[in-house]
């Protein structure tokens, strides 16, 4: 199955900007528009698409990209639509019927989406939905955006906290360094780990998969061994949902390490499922006033009980950060990188004449398409869409 740009002729790439809230990321930087003007391949860009990451308007000019004052434009006039965030349902209905998007959908938890763009027989592609393989890893934006999270979330924790994170030998006195227990060593937990040890401070991290062990302690990490009776690896190096049973052991181990931690980054994650609850409120009582939570899973209902989703709280004296989408506050160097996935990715559908290709012989593609020429084609998708009955 493959499908091209209308009537021949080359391909026309459409950059809008963000509308998602406080969103400042753009998909495609001036950098890569200047590499699909070279390929005769027109790049519309949507005025200010850029400008909260501080790619300004003249610098995509200057790339060779044409600037459109109207998002409407955008949407009607381009063959492929490059997003960071899904699209609303107003600028799916501006493409046309057999143009492509690609951006964040997981289509798994926005159903409504799917179909729509089903509907609309749009050819959408889900940056969430590249495989995590070796081949793939240039275009694995999920992991480039959560280095990013993983950075800025230590960032965080350090400002919060009242305390030093390096150990100091000063005439006023010595001072510990900070503790730090990070849970989830993924690749936004490897991150924070590698960031607070850079920061000087003593750093423990779990994960329900203990082949990570010796990944934190390549990153001068302390692996916590909690003995809940079963690995949680699964498939494709992510961890599988704990049972209630596996979580309450889960939960007593950490409850022991929380409260002598300063600071806790939590990351865990099961896709297309909600964060498990490892902090509960009673963990949280434990931990020393003045402590701080940075909950990097605020998003899908938060690893901590007592996180506020998209706030930052105080409970029994502890500081919870539920802030999300943590990539955008770094723009510049997320849009970078989230920029280089896509060209990555582009480089295996975009040919040397400037032509679309969608070849779904490519294992990478074909498990990254979501909808195409009126077909859903994404299988966990489509079983979310059509779950089997089991028989009672
Ligand atoms: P993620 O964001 O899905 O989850 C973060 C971490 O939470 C994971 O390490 C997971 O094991 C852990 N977790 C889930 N439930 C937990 C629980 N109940 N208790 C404690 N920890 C729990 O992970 P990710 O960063 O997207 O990485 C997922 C996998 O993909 C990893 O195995 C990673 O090594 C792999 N990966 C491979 C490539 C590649 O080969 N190119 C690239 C990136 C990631």
Redesign the pocket.
């Known amino acids: 199955m493959a499908e091209e740009a209308p009537s021949g002729k080359k391909l026309t790439i459409g950059i809008p900007r963000e509308t998602a809230a406080h969103e400042r990321r753009v998909a495609l930087t001036p950098d890569g528009v200047k590499k699909y003007v070279a390929a005769g391949v027109t790049v519309l860009v949507q005025k200010d698409a850029g400008k909260d990451a501080y790619f300004s308007d003249a610098a995509f000019e200057n790339a060779g990209a044409k600037i459109v004052e109207e998002p409407r434009g955008i949407y009607k006039y381009s063959d492929l639509i490059l997003k960071v965030q899904k699209p609303t349902t107003e600028e799916i209905d501006e493409m046309r019927p057999g143009s492509a998007i690609i951006a964040f959908l997981s289509p798994m938890n926005d159903l409504d989406l799917v179909r729509h763009l089903q509907e609309r027989k749009i050819t959408s592609i889900s940056m969430d939905a590249i495989?995590?393989?070796?081949?793939?890893?240039y275009m694995?934006a999920?992991?480039s955006q959560?280095t990013v999270g993983g950075y800025k979330a230590v960032l965080i924790a350090a400002y919060e906290l009242p305390k030093f994170f390096p150990l100091l030998t000063t005439a006023a006195g010595n001072i510990p360094p900070a503790k730090v227990l990070v849970?989830?060593?993924?690749?936004?937990?490897?991150m924070a780990i590698g960031t607070a040890r850079r920061l000087g401070a003593v750093v423990e991290a779990?994960?329900?998969?203990s082949?990570?062990k010796e990944?934190i302690e390549s990153l001068g990490g302390k692996y916590v061994e909690i003995d809940t009776g079963a690995d949680?690896?699964?498939a494709?190096?992510?961890?599988?949902?704990?049972s209630d049973d596996?979580?309450r052991r889960?939960q007593e181990g950490l409850a022991e390490r929380a409260a002598k931690s300063d600071v806790i980054i939590t990351?865990?994650?099961?896709?297309g499922r909600p964060?498990?609850r490892?902090i509960p409120a009673t963990t949280v009582e434990r931990m020393a006033p003045g402590s701080v939570i940075v909950d990097?899973?605020a998003e899908t209902g938060g690893?901590c009980e007592l996180t506020e989703k998209g706030k930052i709280v105080q409970r029994h004296g502890v500081t919870l950060v539920g802030t999300l989408n943590l990539p955008s506050t770094m723009a510049v160097h997320s849009s970078q990188m989230y920029s280089k996935n896509l060209q990555n990715l582009l480089a295996l559908m975009i040919d040397k004449d400037g032509q679309l290709h969608i070849d779904m012989d490519d294992d990478i593609i074909a498990n990254s398409v979501i909808t195409m020429d009126g077909n859903v084609i994404h299988e966990g998708t489509k079983q979310r869409l059509n779950p089997v009955s089991t028989p009672a």
């Open positions: 495989p995590r393989t070796t081949r793939a890893q694995d999920l992991s959560a849970i989830g060593a993924g690749v936004a937990g490897l779990y994960d329900a998969r082949v990570v990944q949680l690896a699964g494709g190096g992510y961890a599988k949902e704990a596996i979580l889960q990351t865990a994650a099961v896709p964060a498990p490892l990097l899973a690893n």
